[in-house]
């Protein structure tokens, strides 16, 4: 009998929507000239990508001219504490970031200590969530950029934005934030979260992959990464895709109206309930029971391996808490960091729901976790 597949891990991709698809079918048909073109096949081109801009800019709600298209949310983050530390002209550079981000701020930031930077790591409580009070008393002359997430990938926990934004503008310090997770899922107006840079990731978005931006206040100092003929205002170098930028308008457009997540929140906590009610304190949930995307249920069978349960669950897509490096199993950082128990963060699983994600799914995935997973 063949075994319907169910697709619950949108946090990893989302698929293009289908809106998205008809505006990239439009792009391809026309628009082929180079947008810096002042001719004829150029200038449709232009128009495209700066309709795109004002899209992104709607949604973010900020100037068209402070939003910079990169090639996915990764450009963005390195774009973000590379070009602010290479812009600084201090002997010492200093930047705070977050025990719990996602590799694209973690890696640049090794790279950077390898050339001199200082890099501080707050800690997270039980629950994935910083204390803003850390954030200040980490703060000092040197410090040239803080980038907290602003929700995790893994276990969906939102941070203190609005708090940690007030601490870094009352030291003059450029505040970034990793928004790729909670674009379209929850609001990221950037003057009321109060910050200076912020990430998007187009395949997080109903976009497809390759597409991304980096909202930059005006007046924000950063060293470009890709140096070149001197495209999207001097900050990127390089031919601008209009298919991609129109690809990713759309998808912000789309991402304006939240309605669609207060579904999914019903969905996610239905799902939730169904487990605790099946499994009882076998088991647990992980992140923050409030402040978390409303898409995201990231929870752990206690004594379980989640790579396991998953490759026992039939075509249902999902991820684990936990990765399989030279046939060890290895407990993720974010569960790490929060202090989460092997016993329990090993048997962790996310399950992140979408748009288009059905109540029947929901009960689908139950059914298939209780004829897998063993009850306590």
Known sequence: MDVTPIYLDHNASTPIAPEVAAVMRKAMEG??????????????????????????ADLLDCAPQEVVFTSGGSEANNFALKGAFFASNRTHRHIITTRVEHPAIVAPCRFLERLGAEITW???????????????????????VISVMHANNEIGTIQPIEDCAAIAREHGIPFHTDAAQSVGKIATRVDELGIDLLTVAGHKLYAPKGVGALYLRDGIDLEPLIHGAGHEGGRRAGTESALLAAALGEACRLAADLADMERVKILRDR?????????????????????????????SFIGRIGADILAGLDHVAASTGSACHSGRIELSPVLAAMGVAPGSGMGALRFSLGRATTPEEIDEVVRRLVATVPRP
């Open 31 to 56: 628009a082929f000239g180079n947008p810096s073109s002042p001719h004829w096949a150029g200038v449709p081109a232009r128009q495209m990508v700066e309709k795109a801009r004002g899209q992104v």
């Open 122 to 144: 707050l800690p997270v409580d039980g629950t994935g969530r910083i204390d803003p009070d850390d954030l200040r008393r980490a703060i000092t002359g040197d410090t040239i």
């Open 271 to 299: 799902f939730w309930r169904a487990l605790q009610e099946r499994f009882g304190n076998g088991v647990t949930l992980n992140g923050h029971a409030e402040h978390r995307l409303p898409n995201t249920l990231n929870v």
